[in-house]
């Protein structure tokens, strides 16, 4: 079975801070984009950088979670049905 990652994928660019830079001068082009991996957890959000090289695989096992995520709420609805029908053995 295929490893999953729980969370979502997100891109954001940034100003580096270094005088002179081109991201500094107003609204210059900014840094980027990076890709994170947002995840919720006992601590809050926390945000995970994903390397170029990891991209492809981090977003499939994301993707894996997803699915898997769907199709537990879809048995759910059907164990809840047959429950409310006296059906669930």
């Known amino acids: 079975m295929e490893l999953t990652l729980h969370g979502s994928l997100q891109t954001q660019s940034r ?3 270094k005088q002179g830079c081109y991201c ?3 609204e ?4 980027g984009p990076y890709v994170y ?3 919720r ?5 926390r ?3 994903i390397t170029a090289q990891l991209i492809e695989d981090v977003t499939r096992r994301v993707e894996v979670t997803r699915q898997l995520e ?7 609805a059907i164990n ?3 429950l409310a029908r006296g059906e669930l053995s």
Do not use: D, P
Not at 28 to 31: A, E, I, L, N, T
Not at 41 to 45: H, L, V
Not at 70 to 76: G, K, N, R, Y
């Open 15 to 17: 100003r580096c801070g």
């Open 24 to 26: 500094a001068e107003g």
């Open 28 to 31: 210059g082009q900014r840094h």
């Open 37 to 39: 991996l947002a995840v």
């Open 41 to 45: 957890g006992g601590e809050g959000r």
């Open 47 to 49: 945000l995970l950088y």
């Open 70 to 76: 769907a199709t537990l709420v879809e048995i759910s």
């Open 80 to 82: 809840l049905e047959l």
